[in-house]
């Protein structure tokens, strides 16, 4: 007991740090992209960032949260573990290569990717790196010591490219290629460590236990893919209804809250091998630790959303400081809305994670699809009334939405909330 208790701990702390690096490193250089760039320069950053990250979504597949899980219930079992990371890698090989094709046929429809055909061999790195880098093995494992290393490496990377390539508003593509040399630096150490972990021999997995694991990650995969379209799809939306200034701005505070939210990856990203584990031995105790969790998020994001309540005006100007002249209350007027979100968000994926466990795929993809159809309305409707803020207060609905249907859904199979 102790040395479990012991194993969480170590396990908090480097995830604790590398999620705080993963938070930290957004802050430094949204602030020098964002002062550089320019706001409409930034806005067309994350616009091509978000399009990036949906095939990186794609490549995770879900492995994340189901390799994850199947490593730590395979703990003794050496040569089980080998058969789940080549499944993965044979998986994740093939999503790859799809990717790589669609955003090459991209180029021929999009003008901006046609004069800009650098950004697609950058993408293709960045996500090179991503699916080499298997952070899914070692949190099974619960030893997140050298991934945690290997993050601070790769950001320190990027972050001295970005300052060093980085110098006028144009320099976009030098950006993402910041990015993709640190990503990609990070998928092939984590990769070596893997190798040296595990003496991976090679064998092409059973086209059954393939199957059994592509079908098991597609649930969580298609409730992950659909959350974006709650989230980040909006900035997509409100270039629409607005200008290029009030998406910058919304980009901005949206920034922010994103980063402030991923706090809540420590406790979920720690826990969820452990929770595995108890849910599959004793009922009891797996709902003793959800409760005390769900105590622990909800008084710490009460304290963080506060913060960011009566504080936004001056991260704002933290960040993006005078910013050549450009308006930034108007992104601090939107912080301070997203900061009600910004409470219910840790539950999200928290609820989310449960309901994986217990076995409600299924019902976490139909949780996720009403989030999305009732975005895509409320989005479009209060976007086009009341623009980015608008758009914000919509954010806030939605999150919460999904953060009650979420626990609704695990409290129904578990009565973890029951009088």
């Known amino acids: 007991m102790l040395q479990n208790n012991k194993k969480l701990f170590v396990n908090f702390m480097s995830l604790g740090f590398q999620q705080g690096i993963a938070i930290v490193f957004p802050l430094l250089i949204f602030p020098y992209l964002l002062r550089v760039l320019g706001i409409s320069g930034f806005g067309v950053f994350s616009l091509i960032q978000t399009g990036i990250m949906y095939f990186d979504l794609l490549i995770a597949f879900g492995f994340g949260l189901t390799a994850t899980q199947r490593i730590a219930n395979a703990i003794n079992d050496i040569d089980l573990q080998k058969k789940i990371i080549a499944a993965v890698y044979s998986i994740k090989l093939f999503l790859f290569a799809a990717s790589l094709i669609t955003l090459l046929l991209c180029a021929f429809f999009i003008t901006y990717l046609q004069q800009n055909i650098m950004l697609i061999l950058l993408a293709a790195a960045y996500l090179l790196g991503n699916l080499l880098f298997p952070d899914w093995y070692f949190r099974g494992i619960q030893q997140m010591k050298s991934c945690t290393l290997v993050s601070l490496i790769s950001k320190l990377i990027s972050l001295i490219l970005i ?93 922010i809250f994103s980063a402030a ?42 304290v963080f959303a506060l913060l960011q309540f009566f504080l936004a005006e001056y991260i704002i100007q933290l960040l993006a400081g005078k910013n050549n002249g450009e308006d930034i209350s108007y992104a601090a007027t939107l912080l301070r809305i997203m900061s009600l979100a910004l409470f219910f968000s840790p539950f999200v994926s928290f609820f989310f994670q449960q309901m994986i466990l217990q076995g409600q795929q299924n019902q976490s993809v139909k949780n996720i699809a009403v989030a999305v159809i009732v975005n895509v309305i409320s989005a479009c409707a209060l976007g086009y009334w009341y623009s980015g803020i608008g758009m914000a207060v919509n954010l806030c609905l939605i999150v919460v939405l999904i953060c009650f249907l979420n626990a609704y859904s695990v409290n129904k199979k578990t009565t973890l909330f029951a009088a």
Do not use: C, W
């Open 163 to 255: 300052i060093v390539l980085v110098k006028q508003p144009n320099d976009i593509n030098a950006a993402f290629f910041a990015l993709a040399a640190g990503n990609l630096l990070a998928g092939i150490i984590g990769f070596i460590l893997l190798r040296n972990k595990i003496k991976l021999s090679y064998k092409i997995p059973g086209k059954e236990f393939s199957k059994e694991l592509f079908k098991e990650s597609s649930y969580v995969f298609t409730s992950i893919i659909l959350a974006p379209f709650y989230s980040s799809v909006n900035i997509f939306i409100l270039q629409f209804f607005s200008n290029p200034l009030v998406v910058g701005s919304y980009s901005v505070a949206q920034k």
């Open 261 to 302: 939210s991923m706090l809540s990856s420590v406790v979920n990203n720690t826990f969820f091998p452990h929770l595995s584990v108890l849910y599959a031995s004793s009922t009891d105790a797996y709902k003793k630790m959800v409760q005390k969790l769900v105590k622990i998020m909800a008084s710490s994001f009460l």
